[in-house]
């Protein structure tokens, strides 16, 4: 099965693939019903509409809280998540292992004049050791505690049951970014102990950019509900969870979009959430199985690596900035290198979403092709027959 289609663009006459860790390639159904007509936000289709999101994003979250939808891109919830949780003077502690984390330094240093940000950092790729953060808990006084779930930039998994264990002895909110792992990886907010737990729709969930989802705990909630002055007013969660009950939001939410959630988890039910959650990972495993061939190197060393992005460190000799010119140029596939200091190091695949055998096959082959053309000495066929060996 591929996710190509008759409106599939081509690139040097080869079909467009977006292979990227989001946005990720939506399949048709998902597309048709955001192409429907357009409800009214107010009235009752769409009210019970949003209601069966909410239900199907339960299981996939795990979790039994309040859960807001917000027309945004993941770096919206992320804002709204500080600007919420947090009040003038408090103190946070970032786990940052990547780009990701040094993200909500950034907007908390945007966001607030007055706050104190300490961070636990390790090497890109690594995880932060429960042990570090246990040290830290002990003797400081958080107002919330941040982590990434999947590092998409490095592909390193974060241990968030050992995280969510230990802050939850204390009296910090353990905010969550899994904006690339919720619907790819599992993910249970409650039994884990995550008061806020970020989403987006362009990921796993294998929906058009534009919706922000926030999951919100009673322990986050004492935090949000202080009215210490701050800047949140779209973004203001009391008025999203005012409106909730009714089947709406506080403004108007990307109203296709919604329609095209519903769809994708109609889907990842049809499919059982555990078997998408299994496909994530025999895919993920046979696309590292075929990169390794090729001399490709596992980017990642934290101990729980990603299922929903394969990141490779490109062996020597060979610049990662070509790769990915090659990959688009000379077939048409849409891979990530990086942006930052591991630019021409790495490459990024995305394994996340609506993703195939064929697909992740067809990566290969592509891969191969290009190593090839960049003067590796390969046996065409090696990766595919790796791949397939796992399968
Ligand atoms: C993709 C991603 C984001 C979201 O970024 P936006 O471009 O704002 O949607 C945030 N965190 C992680 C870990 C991601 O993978």
């Known amino acids: 099965m591929s996710t190509q289609t008759e409106d599939t663009p ?19 159904r998902i597309r048709e019903v955001s192409a429907q007509a357009i409800l009214n936000h107010r009235g009752p289709e769409f009210a019970s509409q949003l209601g069966e999101v909410v239900e199907m994003l339960r299981p996939v979250i795990g979790t039994a ?27 946070i502690l970032v786990l940052s292992n990547g780009q990701w984390g040094e993200r909500f330094i950034s907007i908390a240093n ?29 003797s400081d006084d958080y107002a919330a505690v941040i982590a990434v779930h999947n590092e998409s930039s490095t592909g390193a998994i974060s241990d968030l049951a050992e995280i969510g ?11 969550v970014d899994s904006i690339s792992g919720t619907g790819g990886m599992e993910m249970r907010q409650d ?29 986050a909630w004492e935090r949000i509900e202080n009215d210490a002055r701050r800047a949140r007013f779209y973004w203001d969660f009391r008025k999203a969870r005012e409106w909730a009950p009714k089947g709406q939001t506080a403004f108007t939410p990307p109203v296709s979009l919604i329609a095209g959630l519903h769809e994708a988890l109609v889907s990842i039910h049809e ?16 696309l590292q199985a075929g990169g390794l061939t090729m001399g490709f190197t596992l980017f990642p060393t934290a101990p729980m690596t990603s299922n929903t992005v394969a990141v490779f460190a490109v062996p020597d000799g060979v ?24 630019r021409g190091k790495i490459i990024r695949i995305g394994t996340m979403g609506a993703v195939t055998e064929d697909d992740i096959m067809t990566d290969l082959e592509h891969l191969e092709a290009t190593m090839i053309s960049l003067g590796v000495d390969l046996t065409p066929g090696a990766a595919v027959a790796a791949a397939r060996a796992t399968l």
Request: aromatic share 4%; net charge neutral; with cysteine.
């Open 271 to 286: 499919e059982s959430l555990q078997a998408v959650l299994k496909r994530h990972e025999q895919l993920a495993k046979a």
């Open 165 to 175: 264990a230990l802050v939850r002895e204390t009296s910090a909110v353990l905010i």
């Open 319 to 342: 610049d990662g900035v070509d790769i990915v010119k090659r990959m688009y140029k000379d077939h048409g596939s849409v891979i990530a290198g990086s942006r930052n200091a591991l």
């Open 110 to 138: 945007a966001l607030f004049q007055d706050i104190t940000i300490d961070k636990i950092e390790v090497p890109w790729g690594a995880a932060i050791s429960g042990n570090d953060l246990k040290e830290r808990l002990s």
């Open 10 to 28: 081509l690139v040097n006459g080869k079909p467009y693939r977006l292979r990227l860790p989001g946005p990720t390639t939506v399949p048709l």
């Open 65 to 91: 809280n309040d859960i807001l939808m917000f027309a945004s891109s993941g770096t919206g919830v992320m804002e709204a998540s500080l600007a919420n949780v947090l009040a003038p003077g408090d103190k």
């Open 191 to 219: 039994e884990w102990g995550i008061d806020v737990l970020l989403t987006s729709s362009q990921k796993a969930l294998m929906c058009p950019p534009g919706i922000g989802i926030v999951s919100v705990s009673d322990k």
